[in-house]
Each structure stands twice: as C-alpha cells, then as structure tokens.
C-alpha cells in the first residue's frame, strides 16, 4: 500500500469515516492558540479595490439556472461581480467579544480553505497586461500576484481553486480533507452561477495537472506563510466571456505553457504553530500522483432528463443577487414545519443535471451522486426513506445494493420525468438524527440527505483523482439545496459530521459500491436572536453603493 495511490485514497476514505463509539482522529478539542487567520493575504502584493456591483445580480432567481444574458464585457465591474456573488463576505456576525465574517459560499465550521484566483487578460480599468490575482474576500479586492508572460486567449480567463487543508484540519483533523473538497464543490457552483448572471460561460479543466495550476497561481512557493501551511491546488476553471465565436479548445493541458513572471507579495502566516496530520498530505499526494483527473464521460444528452422549463417557479420573488448574498446556514429548525410536495420537487429536480441547465454544465462527467433522502414532513408524501436518482445507469446498481425489501416505487405525486423513488415508509427522524452525528438539525426540518456516490467503481475507472471530484459534485448539489431553499422561503445546513457506515447501514448498503460522502438537512430555521449582523463592508456603505 505504501506507494499505491488507489490503496491510499481508499484507506483515507475508511480512515476518516466517523463510528456512532468513534470518531475520526482529530485532537478532539479547539487548540484555540493556533488558530488560523480568517484571510489569507500576500504581504506586498498590489490591492486592487473591486467595486459593489449590486445590479448584476437584479434578475429573477430562477434566471440563475437558464438565464440567457447577453455576455458582459470584461471589466473591473464584472471581475466585481463575479466575486460579489461567489466567494465575497456577506456579512459580520457578533455575539459577545467575537465578530466572525460569514461568506456567500458556505464552508465546514467556517473556516473557509477555498481560496480563489483569478488568471485574465487585460482588465480596462484593472490591468494592461494578462496578469494573476489573488481575490481576497475581506476588502472585495484583488491582490496582484504575478504577471503573466504568455497571452490567453481572446475572451478566455481562468479561476484556479486551491486549499489551505490546515485551516480545517485544525479543527476537524483528519478528515479536515474530506470537508476541504465539499467547500471546493460549493465554491465551484457558486462561481459557475454567478458567472452565468454575467452571461459567461464556466467549464472545469478536467486535464489540468494540479501541479501546473500551484505553479501558475505560485501556491507551490515555499516561502511566507505557504511554509507553514501549503495551499495546494485543486481545480482550474475555463471561463468564456464572449459568445458568437468557436468555443476555446483548452481542455487544461494547456496551462503548462503558461510562462508567469516574477511574483509580488508574500502569503501571510495563519497560526503560530500546527498540529501535523500526515494522513491528509499522503491522500493529497496519492491524488496527485495519478496521471490526469478525467472522468470525460459526456453529460446525458442535453435536456434528455429534465426540460429545464418543466419546473414550477420559485416560493419567493427575490431577485437572484440578492437571495444569493443573503444564503446562510440554519442553525437550528423548529421541528414542527413542513414543506409542500410541489416545493420538494422543485428542489430535487434543480439537483438533476442536465447539459443545458446550471451548474451542472461546468462539470464534464455523468453524475456520479444520488440522494438518499429521509422524508420527514412533506405534505401528501407519507415518511420515509426515498431516492432521487441522479443518473439512470445506476438505478440497478443502486437497487441491487440496497436493502431487498425496498419498495422502489416511483412517487405518483411526482413528475413523471423525476427519477423519485419511494423505498420504505417510516418515520425517519430518529435515524436521520443518529445518523448525522446526533445532530437534531437532520431531524428537525422537512427532509434531509445522504449523498450517496458511486464509489468503488468510479475509483476504479477513474482513478484516485476522482476521489475529490465525488466530493465536489457534492458540495455542487448542496450549493442548489442551499439557495432552492431560500428561494423556497426556509433554510438548508450542509452536514459533514455523519456515521458513515450507520447511514450505509439504514440504506442496506452493502459493499463499496456506493458511500455516503456529505449530509444536507432543509426546513424552517429558528434564529439565535443573540447574534448580530452587520454589513460585509463598510467600504460599500461608505460609497453608498
Ligand atoms: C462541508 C460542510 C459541512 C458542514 N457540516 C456541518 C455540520 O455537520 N453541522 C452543522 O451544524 N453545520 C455544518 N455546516 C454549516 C457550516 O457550519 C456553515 O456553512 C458555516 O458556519 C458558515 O455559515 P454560513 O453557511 O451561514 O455562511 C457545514 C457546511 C459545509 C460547507
């Protein structure tokens, strides 16, 4: 096993899997002497100040999907507001002596690993010359890191995504890995939506070598703060900001000839001193190690699961920008509120990937995740256990794995184009509570989710580089459940904290084939009044915006 990357990934997967009389190697306490900064900036850098660009996002919500802007030119506005509506702070919350920033994009226990780079061609009113930015979230800016030597091409940039694994594994230990690729997969919807506001295009670089995009973004730097606490590379991000012409050819390969000047800044330091967890460096290397991500498997068909007109329109008539830039987690639901069968629908079938719809035409490969749903108070759908499947090809595969006695009856209630399965009615508020790590937020709401991939068999097609791009189709879903459910007027939680193997167990999954990998929970929030909230910059304010 020691230089096997799919033995590697796959003991990291076992390793880190969460036991209802064990939990995952973590220290088990919050080392609160270490832990790290918020932000992380580059000492040195040029700041470039991004405007609020608030009326990019003024469109109907459900324009997030299928919206067909004419594309916008490339600016410093529309760089704004890309960010404003991706990875920007949302707000400042208070309670006590602490003040914590919240973000548009979600991330497990806040602690936000994701950090976003920008790679673009001459900016008017930003730069003459193709450059690469850092985006730091906490002044809505752009650090200027480096120039760039070689031209892109015309109306193409790219956003690299990378992680600092410390900021989570301080927390959260060894499966801190785990949460860093849901936040990448959040973050990667979250980007795709906002540049469709901006009628640009977004697909995921699936031949990108991770080792090319930490050169070209400089996180493969050993010095400052990348020292201390590595900030790898997880994904490269193709936008196309015009339309009419060819589509660019790049499939990521590309990116080595990219020749980058010198580089400004040095990254700041996060903590005084860290707690090792090597399991987490082994898995990212073992991930690494295997030759190019793929997966290029083509989408089904376009539209061929899902007209996307065929789905009832949202609760509330907010527009996109703001439901977007308002997203929070629940932190508790009220245990009594319930949602309609029509609204479940909805939200489901926005899960479902179609070619046409997004997010899910920035992701090349066919879905490899399904949810396993506890039904808890939908009206007109009795309690229980149900499936959505995601991708057609593996309802037998799924049906064979799962427990014998399942009913796999097609909800009459529900479209006939949504693959809603019954499996078995009961009351599943006690499972879904024990399952999520005894969480009474998996309980308490309408439904919640086990999202349930097709594991062993995409390993072994795929290879150890699809063990991250499981979890990011993950975070992509919860991401749609995330802002559906505030479209649909309540409020969603990603849960990362499970029992693996007991959510496997409620299921009858048996066998490796399909693995629980990220829990989502939606219903009506109950707020804790103790907490303030105050604007995300006072910049914004100071100019009125
Ligand atoms: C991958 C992931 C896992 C999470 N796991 C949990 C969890 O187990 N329990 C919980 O209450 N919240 C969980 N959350 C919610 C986060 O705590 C929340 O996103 C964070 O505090 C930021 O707040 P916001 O979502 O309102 O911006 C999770 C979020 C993500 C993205």
């Not at 390793?15 to 088990?28: E, I, M, V």
């Not at 229980?384 to 037998?396: I, K, M, Q, S, T």
């Not at 993950?474 to 969603?492: D, F, K």
Request: glycine content about 10%.
């Amino acid at each position: 096993m020691a230089d096997d990357p799919q033995a590697i990934v796959r003991h990291y997967h076992e390793a880190t899997k969460h036991h209802r009389h064990r939990y995952a190697p973590s220290l088990g306490y919050l080392d609160w002497a270490t832990q790290p900064h918020p932000f992380r900036r580059f000492e040195g850098a040029p700041l470039l100040e991004l405007p609020f660009s608030e009326s990019d996002g003024a469109v109907a919500f459900d324009a997030i999907y299928d919206g067909a802007a004419e594309p916008r030119p490339v600016g410093v506005d529309t760089i704004a507001g890309l960010f404003y509506f991706s990875m920007a702070l949302s707000a400042w919350k208070q309670h006590g002596g602490s003040r914590w920033a919240l973000r548009v994009n979600p991330s497990s226990g806040n602690l936000h690993p994701t950090e976003a780079y920008l790679v673009a061609g001459v900016v008017p009113g930003g730069s003459e010359g193709p450059a690469v930015f850092h985006y730091a979230p906490d002044v809505h800016g752009l650090e200027r890191r480096a120039e760039l030597d070689t031209p892109l091409p015309e109306g193409v940039m790219l956003i690299v995504l990378t992680s600092i694994h410390w900021r989570e594994a301080w927390k959260y230990g060894e499966r801190a890995y785990r949460y860093c690729q849901h936040d990448a997969g959040h973050a990667l919807a979250a980007i795709r939506l906002s540049a469709g506001l901006l009628g640009w295009s977004v697909r995921l670089l699936t031949a990108a070598s991770r080792g090319d995009l930490a050169a070209l973004v400089g996180v493969d730097r050993d010095d400052g703060g990348h020292h201390h606490e590595p900030e790898v590379a997880d994904m490269a991000l193709l936008l196309e900001t015009q339309r009419g012409g060819p589509p660019c050819p790049w499939d990521g390969e590309e990116i080595a000839s990219l020749v980058v000047g010198r580089f400004h800044g040095v990254a700041n330091r996060l903590s005084e001193a860290h707690h090792p967890w090597p399991i987490i460096d082994e898995v990212e290397r073992a991930v690494n190690a295997a030759a190019r991500p793929g997966g290029e498997a083509p989408m089904p068909g376009d539209g061929e699961l899902l007209p996307c007109g065929a789905i009832a329109p949202p609760s509330v008539t907010t527009d996109a920008g703001s439901l977007i830039r308002r997203r929070r987690s629940a932190v508790a639901m009220d245990g009594r509120t319930g949602m309609t069968a029509a609204t479940f629908f909805r939200m489901l079938a926005r899960t479902l990937p179609t070619a046409a719809c997004r997010p899910w035409d920035v992701v090349p490969w066919t879905p490899r995740v399904h949810l396993g749903l506890f039904v808890h108070r939908v009206e007109g759908l009795a309690p229980g256990l149900y499936a959505l499947v995601r991708n057609d090809e593996h309802v037998d595969a799924l049906r064979a794995s799962m427990h014998e006695n399942f009913a796999w009856c097609q909800v009459p209630a529900a479209p006939a184009w949504l693959p809603c399965y019954l499996l078995a009615e009961m009351d599943t508020r006690d499972p879904a509570r024990t399952a999520s790590c005894h969480q009474d937020i998996a309980a308490d709401g309408a439904f919640s989710v086990g999202m349930l991939a097709w594991f062993d068999p995409a390993l072994n097609t795929w290879g150890p580089a699809c063990y991250p791009q499981l979890f990011w189709e993950t975070g992509a879903i919860g991401q749609v459940l995330y802002l559906e459910a505030e479209a649909a007027g309540v409020r969603a939680t990603g849960i990362g904290c499970f029992f693996d193997d007991a959510v496997h167990e409620i299921f009858g999954l048996h066998g490796r084939s399909f693995q629980s990998l990220y829990h989502f929970t939606v219903g009506r929030p109950v707020d804790d009044t103790r907490i303030t909230t105050l604007p995300a910059y006072e910049r914004a304010d100071r100019t009125g915006r």
